[in-house]
């Protein structure tokens, strides 16, 4: 069985600077997908950044950037020049079988003015 | 646009009573899901359905319901028998049954509340 595990319920950052939010999962497959989604507290979940697990290179979206270490199965996202509108629940996901995702429990995110 | 709708937002319902959360879909995609979230946890599986008129269940179907008659149309039913009903829920889609090439798409969810 697929598992994924967020160790942060709660990270806060002060505007402008940069945080790091952590993953770490475990899988049977050798190629995948990791997916970074935020829900804001519209509740709306949005994709963040993908991450596939065959390409060395770490994927890269504007302000958010991933650490994507395959041996030691962690995968975690940074955000850099933190806004105000990136306050929100941060979710790492993991797909499987019918590309059901397994969810992290996340992490809450607040941007301090 | 394309995209996910579900409806209600809020929906109340009364203990004993089974109730339909609606999930519609103009994205042509394949697969479609129905998450749970409690507060303070990630989401959870509850159904999911491939292809039409075939669906299996997730970590967590004792108590719901569902039917793919439509591509278009996943309706999930909370019955009598989910003894813990109140909770966000979640409908999303994505274009290939298998592999996690594209990502989920998701609706704006549904509270439902037992009153």
Known sequence: AQTVTQSQPEMSVQEAETVTLSCTYDTSESDYYLFWYKQPPSRQMILVIRQEAYKQQNATENRFSVNFQKAAKSFSLKISDSQLGDAAMYFCALPGEGSRLTFGEGTQLTVNP | ???????????????????????????????????????????????????????????????????????????????????????????????????????????QGTRLTVV
């Open chain 2, 1 to 107: 646009d394309g995209g996910i709708t579900q409806s209600p937002k809020y929906l109340f319902r009364k203990e004993g009573q089974n109730v339909t959360l609606s999930c519609e879909q103009n994205l042509n995609h394949d697969a479609m899901y129905w998450y749970r979230q409690d507060p303070g946890q990630g989401l959870r599986l509850i159904y999911y359905s491939q292809i039409v008129n075939d669906f299996q269940k997730g970590d967590i179907a004792e108590g719901y319901s569902v039917s793919r008659e439509k591509k278009e149309s996943f309706p999930l039913t909370v019955t009598s028998a989910q003894k813990n009903p109140t909770a966000f829920y979640l409908c999303a889609s994505s274009i290939f049954p298998t592999g996690g090439l594209t990502e989920a798409f998701f609706g």
